[in-house]
Nanobody, 114 residues
Framework: QLQASGGGLVQPGGSLTLGCAAS????????IGWFRQAPGKEREAVSC????????YYADSVKGRFAISRDNAKSTIYLQIDSLKPEDTAVYYC?????????WGPGTLVTVSS
């Protein structure tokens, strides 16, 4: 029900916009987030936005470079990524959660390399 897109190979300092389209979900009420998992590391939360008050969270490592947003009319979640660093290389997953129910997208690979 979630399909992520927008990953790819980008040079350090570059930008990407990740998208996550939701089908059969009314994202208005969901907490949404982006997570990432780098090779050999655990999955970590990158950024989240609350479904109740639209408050946002950013991991310290991405503050000032990443921006999360959603378009409820299009049922799509976005993650704008600027000033990419090699350490941002990971599979990025989108997530939508409400109560005890959570949906995960299949992930999209972002590789930052020159």
């Amino acid at each position: 029900q979630l399909q992520a897109s927008g990953g790819g190979l980008v040079q350090p300092g570059g930008s990407l916009t990740l998208g996550c389209a939701a089908s059969e979900l009314n994202l208005n009420r969901y907490d949404i987030g982006w997570f990432r998992q780098a090779p050999g590391k655990e999955r970590e939360a990158v950024s989240c936005i609350s479904g109740s008050d639209s408050s946002t969270y950013y991991a310290d490592s991405v503050k000032g470079r990443f921006a999360i947003s959603r378009d409820n009319a299009k049922s799509t979640i976005y993650l704008q990524i600027d000033s990419l660093k090699p350490e941002d290389t990971a599979v990025y997953y989108c997530n939508a959660a409400i109560g005890t129910v959570a949906y995960w997208g299949p992930g999209t690979l972002v590789t930052v390399s020159s």
